[in-house]
């Protein structure tokens, strides 16, 4: 059983059509007893950090989820849940974030070229950096869909996969039991799938 993290932020409803699509169960709920009982977290998300962390630490999920992690549990954030999982993220100030990873999210105005738009939205390709269960499905050069204005920075022992928009971005994490990809499976069609796939399969 796939748990999703329901939170108020995120696209549950695609996310868990695309996973039951893979032949994956899955339950959407906040209640940590529940989740816990799930073989498996995503942790998805949309909108901005200061609000998904204080929505997630409301009800003690962010406890929830260094419990899991500690365990061995997979867990993987997606778009904006992928950003939760590092220290600190400073959209519109500086926020602390979980922490199950190192590194911080910062914004890509400045770093990509001038011209280019922001955000970064649409197919872009994935460079892989290194091995990691989460791409087993996924070859190097694979398109996936992309929106956001931010990106993770200074995690170079997590990153999995970069893609380019003017400067390298980091696009897909992992380290041990805990991933995430900035991007959105979901709404990638059949390698979205894919990664899905493996995700479960961890």
């Given at each position: ?57 409301a ?24 950003q ?47 091995d ?71």
């Amino acid at each position: 059983m796939t748990g999703i993290i329901d939170y108020g932020v995120g696209n549950l409803f695609s996310l868990s059509s695309s996973l039951a699509a893979i032949g994956a169960e899955t339950v959407i709920t906040g209640d940590c007893d529940v989740l816990a009982s799930c073989d498996r977290i995503i942790l998805p998300g949309v909108g901005a950090f200061e609000d998904a962390i204080a929505r997630l630490r409301a009800p003690g999920l962010d406890v929830f989820l260094h419990d899991m992690a500690s365990s061995g549990k997979p867990i993987m954030g997606i778009c904006l849940g992928m950003q939760l999982l590092f220290e600190e993220s400073y959209e519109y100030g500086c926020h602390k974030g979980l922490g199950l990873l190192k590194g911080k999210v910062v914004p890509m105005a400045g770093v990509i070229p001038e011209g280019l738009k922001v955000p970064h939205m649409g197919w872009n390709s994935l460079s892989i950096v290194r091995d990691h269960p989460l791409l087993r499905n996924t070859p190097d050069g694979e398109h996936m869909y992309f929106v956001h204005s931010y990106f993770a920075t200074d995690c170079e022992d997590s990153v999995i996969a970069n893609t380019d928009y003017g400067a390298p971005l980091t696009a897909a994490v992992g380290k041990d039991n805990v991933c995430g990809a900035q991007f959105h499976p979901e709404k990638s069609g059949t390698a979205g799938l894919r990664m899905l796939k493996a995700f479960v399969e961890m």
